[in-house]
């Protein structure tokens, strides 16, 4: 692990937004062993179903407690939509309101531990604190080209905050 490992982090506004694809739901353990590195590539092979999706080339990762002080949580691998019409078969919606988030790119040759890490001292840091609306406690922006299954991903990790 990196000790000095450095993240830039800013904080950026997101307005509402609605997205489509597919819902995750189990434990950090079963997260871990590859479970939503399985629905991401469902959801890349089945993009072209989506309609009116915007930013195709980045994936959402939508994180949520499923039961709030348990073990599991809910992930959704989305993509934003335009507008919903209609739903392709076995998939969801998401609606997220507008939101102010703590962001931080993860580079590759990152620990992702210690990106976590710093993005939470630094959102302490510039006073302010977590705000889960809805149980979202963070998501993440992939390329939508990336392989789910590499040791080394990058992506963005944006946390919904507040001013204390």
């Known amino acids: 692990m990196n000790i000095d ?10 307005p509402a937004f609605q ?12 997260a871990g062993a590859g479970g ?4 991401q590539r469902t959801l ?12 195709a080339d980045t994936m ?12 599991g949580f809910i992930h959704f691998a989305v993509v934003e939509v335009e ?9 969801v919606t998401i609606s997220v309101p507008a939101l102010t988030y703590a962001a931080c790119s993860h580079r590759k040759g990152q620990s992702i531990d210690q990106s976590y ?10 006073g302010y604190s977590e705000y889960n609306p809805d149980h979202l406690t963070h998501f993440e922006q992939y390329p939508m080209s990336q392989d789910p299954y590499t040791d080394d991903p990058e992506f963005m990790i944006m946390i919904p905050v507040q001013s204390e």
């Open 5 to 14: 490992q450095r993240n830039e982090a800013a904080v950026t506004k997101k």
């Open 19 to 30: 997205a489509v694809g597919l819902k995750w739901e189990g434990t950090f353990a079963e």
């Open 36 to 39: 939503i590195r399985a629905v």
């Open 44 to 55: 890349q092979e089945r993009l072209a179903e989506i309609p009116y999706a915007i930013h």
């Open 60 to 71: 959402l990762g939508l994180s949520y407690h499923a039961v709030p002080g348990g073990d």
């Open 83 to 91: 507008r919903i019409e209609e739903v392709p078969e076995g998939m």
């Open 117 to 126: 890490n710093n993005i939470y001292a630094w959102i302490k840091e510039q």
